[in-house]
């Protein structure tokens, strides 16, 4: 299980850290939501819990709860930059669909 970060994503995830002073990193997990079924969801990792997973990539924290591992297995997550809008783009094998508006996907039924 793997989840990778561009050097783009660990640039940006730096910047966030040290302009807020303190975290470990970052938590990405998955919610239920939107038309297609689940969104990402990033925050601050301030600490890690006894069954969380953590990857590292370059010094910068990955750290994921054992329910979302699963939809997450072998994402890579970018930051771009298009115009004057900037955000986390996910590349993750396990998208079956997207809704049209890119706010949630679906995957492959386990």
């Known amino acids: 299980m793997a989840i990778t970060l561009t050097d783009s994503a660990v640039d940006r995830v730096r910047e966030y850290l040290d302009r807020r002073g303190s975290g470990l990193g970052i938590r990405l997990g998955v919610r239920k939501t939107g038309c297609s079924g689940y969104a990402y969801v990033v925050d601050y990792a301030d600490e890690v819990a006894s069954e969380d997973v953590v990857f590292e990539v370059d ?13 997450l297995d072998g994402t890579e997550v970018d930051f771009v930059r298009e115009g004057l809008n900037q955000a986390f783009r996910f590349r993750n094998p396990n998208v079956k669909d997207e809704c049209g508006c890119g706010e949630s996907f679906s995957v492959e039924a386990s």
Do not use: T
Request: neutral net charge.
């Open 59 to 71: 010094g910068v924290k990955v750290v994921v709860a054992p329910a979302s591992l699963e939809f």
